[in-house]
């Protein structure tokens, strides 16, 4: 789940709705972790994928102001 508040005001969450999910991780295993980081024009494919899913949500809000 993601909240993401964008005015200001009160959020109300019924009784027993749930609002968040808790996945405990344990410290160590997090701090084990050794990024890779990789140049996402490598790889033509995974970049035309990543440059479409960048203009998703404009696509989308541009659509909705169209309605």
Known sequence: ???????????????????????????????????????IAADPGVGAAARRIRNLPQRFYEALLRQ
């Open 1 to 39: 789940m993601n909240w993401q508040v964008t005015t200001p005001g009160s959020i109300v969450f019924e009784k027993e709705e749930p609002f968040c999910f808790l996945f405990p991780i344990r410290k160590q295993a997090v701090l084990d972790c050794v990024p890779e980081i990789y140049d």
